[in-house]
């Protein structure tokens, strides 16, 4: 009756742990989860290094000379300097080359 009972535990046990891997915390889905969850979290730092090295070497330019800081006014406000003449060519509106025959 002692082996029987041994037996019985043993395979109560090995039960328990079935059940844990499958449904218990730390089971495969949950890893699984828990891989999709940090292949989006690396692919989210990778952007947001990308921005910061970016952002970083802006800064830099910003700091040597004023290059940067015309390049932006002209871009982003539409300064110029004086004597100069602005000209804007809208997209679609510009002569287009006729072919030779």
Partial sequence: ???????????????????????????????????????EQQAANAKARLANEHLAAEVQDLKQGLDMVEEKARSELGMVKPGEIYVQVAPGTAPQAKAKR
């Avoid at 019985?8 to 989860?33: C, F, M, P």
């Fill in 1 to 39: 009756m002692g082996a029987r009972t041994v037996a019985l535990l043993l395979l109560l046990l090995l039960l328990l742990i079935h059940v844990q891997l499958w449904s218990g915390r730390g089971s495969l889905s949950d890893v699984a989860a828990m891989r999709t969850q940090l292949a």
